[in-house]
């Protein structure tokens, strides 16, 4: 037997997510951010998105680039601190913003990916977050009910990747990518080495290939991935 | 920076006892750091995944995949490890934090802490500071104590969208240190040159004096 090659072209890719999709993207800050297949969403125009990452990069990157070019209607995100453009739209009402916290979000998604409706936690019970959300009794404890969140697509960025779609992330851009993974529902990658079946050891695999869709080599990265000089 | 403010900062370091798992919030906490020596038995925790954080590094020597939850270029020490997001808040709301410090807009008098929002004026989102608050096995902030227009942050009540409620153990400011007790704000040490009588007049709600002598930081 021969696991299945996934290998694909960013443009045909990308050109399979409809227009009105709701996106995850992979990434904390630069690190896990798929810049290259972003830039590839704003070249083929899609519009009326619903994108679920953690944080709107910087103004002048990656999901900026979505933001400005009028593809996103809805932000589901945690922190905005560093986009003060995504701020301003945000206030203007250009985009629909729904905060979450951190691990709310992460968790919110892994349940998606879990095939599980809702997760009950007490996590900003007492805030304004808390607000409008269903109220359950738990062993004597109040909590709420936090749905679980699916996407129609996973956008996300890899170390390695072998042809069937075996994934590796590097140091802390690892962050929302193995939750995302398991949480669309078609998954496509690009990964800065394209490896042989085989070349990744079976115990050092972060994400299984069966949850991915479709690899997409990219041999050279855009600036946007190096280190930021602020 | 002034020298309050690092006098806070290294006073508030002071608190970290050897063992412990600790995760420094963006801001002033951040810099506690620096005064944690190489030898120092402690494991900073970020949100974005990652445990034993070791020094900051320089643009030039950085790594572009590893940062810390606040931006910064970190780099990772003997033992170190990374994981998924659920991971990290699963070590959080599990109780593994032994502490956390976090900034501050306002503290109250119950505990309550607000940290993430002032309505109309900014509202970048809470990141992974409502888990941090709520679930860390010790919250203490280091704040100035007073704001820019020199309004109290320590209040009877917060003014201001909560982070979390009731999860305020200790309160580093620039002008002394306050524990939060079921009576209220405790006082506890002051800051150098700095009276009762200034700490009393600076903080908006009542202030409770130990008895005897106050140390100073």
């Not at chain 1, 996934?6 to 409809?18: D, G, Q, R, V």
């Not at chain 1, 095939?115 to 004597?140: S, W, Y």
């Not at chain 2, 959080?92 to 505990?111: H, I, K, P, W």
């Not at chain 2, 999860?167 to 405790?186: N, S």
């Amino acid at each position: 037997m021969k696991l299945p090659d996934k290998t694909t072209t960013m443009e045909s890719a990308i050109a399979a997510i409809p227009d009105g999709a709701t996106v995850m993207l992979g990434g904390f800050g630069v690190p896990g951010t798929p810049f290259l297949m972003i830039r590839e969403l704003v070249r083929q125009n899609k519009r009326d998105l619903t994108i679920i990452k953690n944080d709107a990069n910087e103004t002048g990157m990656g999901v900026d680039h979505l933001l400005v070019a009028g593809c996103v209607r809805r932000l589901i995100t945690t922190h905005l601190g560093l986009n003060a453009n995504a701020i301003r739209m945000m206030n203007a009402g250009e985009i629909e913003v729904e905060f979450c916290a951190q691990g709310m979000l992460a968790e919110r998604i892994r349940a998606g990916g879990a095939g599980l409706k809702a997760i009950v936690t007490d996590i900003g019970i007492d805030t304004e977050m808390g607000a409008g959300k269903p109220r359950v009794e738990v062993n004597g404890e109040t909590a709420m009910i936090e749905t679980a969140l699916r996407a129609d697509v996973a956008v996300l960025h890899a170390a390695q990747a072998d042809p069937f779609g075996n994934l590796c992330y590097a140091a802390t851009a690892r962050n929302f990518s193995p939750l995302m993974a398991m949480a669309a529902k078609t998954v496509i990658v690009e990964t800065e080495k394209l490896v042989a079946l085989g070349a990744l050891a079976p115990d050092h695999v972060h994400t299984p290939g069966p949850f991915v869709d479709h690899v997409v080599h990219i041999p050279e990265l855009s600036e946007e991935y190096a280190v930021v000089r602020r | 920076m002034s020298d309050a403010k690092l006098r806070l900062i290294a006073r508030a370091a002071r608190d970290i006892a050897p063992g412990m798992t600790v995760n420094l919030g963006i801001g002033l906490p951040t810099q506690v750091v620096n005064h944690l020596g190489p030898d120092f038995p402690v494991c900073l925790h970020t949100e974005n995944g990652m445990t034993g954080i070791g020094p900051t590094l320089p643009f030039d020597a950085a790594d572009r995949n590893l940062i810390d939850a606040g931006g910064a270029y970190v780099s990772p020490i003997p033992g170190s490890a990374y994981f998924d997001s659920a991971t990290s808040f699963a070590m959080v709301r599990s109780g593994r934090l032994d502490l956390t410090m976090l900034g501050a807009f306002e503290v109250a008098e119950n505990g309550d802490l607000a940290n993430w929002k002032i309505p109309g004026k900014f509202s970048p989102g809470a990141g992974g500071g409502m888990e941090l608050a709520q679930k860390a096995r010790r919250v203490v902030v280091l704040t100035t104590h007073t704001d820019r227009a020199g309004n109290p942050k320590l209040l009877t009540r917060c003014t201001l969208p909560l982070t979390a409620a009731g999860c305020v153990d200790r309160i580093f400011t620039d002008m002394a240190v306050i524990d939060v007790t079921p009576a209220g704000f405790a006082l506890r040490e002051l800051a150098r040159s700095v009276t009762v009588a200034q700490v009393k007049k600076a903080t908006g709600a009542a202030l409770h004096l130990p008895e005897g002598d106050i140390p100073t930081f």
